[in-house]
């Protein structure tokens, strides 16, 4: 099936501790973001990526980085300088033309 | 800087009733997006609107783009339980070469429709 693969569904953090979570798509989609959602708000733009091994930053970037290898994948790391992790991640794709963006599952980050 | 609001943020309301959530952007956007959210769950596309006066129905949804009054409308009619979710709207800047930046949410639209 087409679609995007958010993994793991539940992650939890350790203070100081890197994690990534994993974005994978086979939509053949060129561009892929990744947003971040607080309990009763709308979702946060936190780094975007219209071509392989080419990205921009969000509004919320600070304390995320992220990689862009291959088309199909779209990893994001919440570093240890991110003081507030907690929250839903959402990844979603979109290709070109007049398409919308098309989201994962997501991915809930909880502080251990 | 690009800001989206919503109102109402909730609404409660009895099935069979009427009612429109409003979403109104600051600079002029090239496309408004409309996206339902079930609890705990990801966003679901509803409607795509590109440009001025577009419209656009599915089911007993109904959206439209005023892009001079910075305006878009989601306009319920004879509301179902079903229909309970979170609703959100979304504006896009697209490039000339096709790309498109990140959306700009805001801040969603709880809406509970009560039997």
């Known amino acids: 099936d087409g679609g995007i693969t958010q993994s793991p569904k539940y992650l939890f953090r350790k203070e100081g501790q890197n994690v990534t979570l994993s974005c994978e798509q086979n939509l053949n989609h060129d561009a892929m973001y990744w947003y971040r959602q607080d309990p009763g708000q709308g979702l946060r733009l936190i780094y975007y990526s219209q071509i392989v091994n080419d990205f921009q930053k969000g509004d919320i970037a600070e304390g995320y980085s992220v990689s862009r290898e291959k088309k199909e994948s779209f990893p994001l790391t919440v570093t240890s300088a991110q003081k507030n992790p907690t929250a839903f991640y959402l990844c979603?794709?979109?290709?070109?033309?007049?398409?919308?963006?098309?989201f994962g599952d997501g991915t809930r980050l909880s502080i251990l | 800087e690009l800001k989206v609001e919503q109102n109402p943020l909730f609404l409660s309301m009895q099935e069979g009733k009427n009612y429109t959530i409003y979403c109104n952007y600051s600079?002029?956007?090239?496309?408004l997006y409309w996206y339902r959210q079930d609890p705990g769950k990801s966003l679901e596309s509803l409607f795509v609107?590109?440009?001025?006066?577009a419209v656009k129905q599915e089911g007993r949804l109904m959206a439209s783009l005023d892009t001079k009054a910075r305006l878009s409308t989601l306009h319920i009619t004879a509301a179902v339980h079903d229909l309970s979710a979170t609703y959100f709207c979304?504006?896009?800047?697209?490039?000339?070469?096709?790309?498109?930046?990140?959306?700009?949410f805001g801040k969603g639209t709880h809406l509970i429709i009560q039997p």
């Open positions: 600079t002029t956007s090239d496309r």
């Open positions: 609107l590109l440009s001025n006066g």
């Open positions: 979603a794709t979109s290709g070109f033309g007049n398409q919308p963006q098309h």
């Open positions: 979304a504006v896009q800047f697209m490039y000339s070469g096709g790309g498109a930046d990140g959306l700009t």
